[in-house]
């Protein structure tokens, strides 16, 4: 059986949860058309699905023109062993890893004074993929924004995760410094060959810090440079906050593709302690006026190296399906039941695998819109 949270623990972790105290329970409800809300959920990857916006998510922790990219160099801790022996608790992992770079950038973020986001010798200057160090180099490249820095996109070989050989130019990153005299602000723009078409387009700022938290923003747009009207509309903010024993990193974001009437909303808290993860997930899914979530947490005891978790989808608030999660270093287990008499059949079933694969699209296009500015921010 697949498991339809596999994505979905990709992605993103807790939030508020839907539902209001002291109002009658509501019944529980199927989907009104499973195979339409698989097909919704599936249409997501075709707007993410162009060459640069596939060789900018896959490269983003490596675009770091002052120091070693922070995304890759962090290992995973050896501790979370429940989630990396299970292909399907495989990415409750790598949501971990991504909350433990940002908290370890809290130090960084907190003290760094508001000057020009890149120094005399490296604003201007275009950097282009070295295959020997495997990572990107200045050169005397011209047409980088005066403000700022350019990074050439390439086609990815699907094997390393790396450029291709012989490279093949799909695009470039634009990164420029719009901070000015205010709070650090970076302009990122992600374009095809010679500049058109433009994939991606948004800013993030360094909201608010002090010794003790981090807020970053964000707000822009994607689309696939298709000749069509799917262009996705975004805004977010991950806040970092605690202490060297505990660390609780929270990420809120909304995607809109009003060509679709799709509406996503995706918040996720993980806390960091000397022993433990906790993770919480709450994603919303509207379409046609029907409303999908999928909700839960999910705790890891570092020491007993144990995993547990329970999660629910719910449509128009009405409970659909519960799933159930335990694990060990060498065990796992799901228990999935449908709400009502008749179970969950192979349609429903589809609709929630589908459900945790746009999770994921979204968890892992976001992750890669932030990778570059925390990597230019936390510098």
Known sequence: MRLPLRPALAGIVLAALTGACGKEAIAPKSLANPQATSAQLASLDTIFSATALKSFSAISGSIQPTAPAPLPALALASA???LTQ?????????????AR??????????VRGIAALFPVGVAGKTFEWDFGTLSYAATAR??????????ILYAIDPLTGYPASPAAEVGYIDLIDESGSGAPKLHVIVAGVNGTPVYVNYTVTLASQSASSVKITTAGFITNGAASPDSVK???????????TSVTVTEDV????????????NVQRVTLTQTSVHLGISFRFEHGGEVVTLEGTLSVDETAGTVNGTFTSKVDGGLFATCTVNGTS????????????????ADEQEALHNLGDAVESIGTVFE??????????GA
């Open 80 to 82: 979370v062993n429940p």
């Open 86 to 98: 299970s292909s399907d608790l495989r990415p409750y992992a790598r949501r971990i890893l991504g």
């Open 101 to 110: 770079t940002f908290a370890r950038l809290l130090p960084d973020m907190s």
């Open 142 to 151: 011209t047409g980088a924004p005066t403000t700022g820095v350019r990074f």
């Open 234 to 244: 975004f805004s977010g903010a991950v806040t970092a906050s605690g202490s060297q």
């Open 254 to 265: 909304s995607f809109d593709i009003n060509s679709r009437d799709l509406h996503i909303r």
């Open 330 to 345: 060498t065990s796992f287990s799901l228990t999935c039941t449908g709400a009502d008499q008749d179970g969950l059949n």
């Open 368 to 377: 890669g819109i932030l990778g570059p500015a925390i990597g230019v921010l």
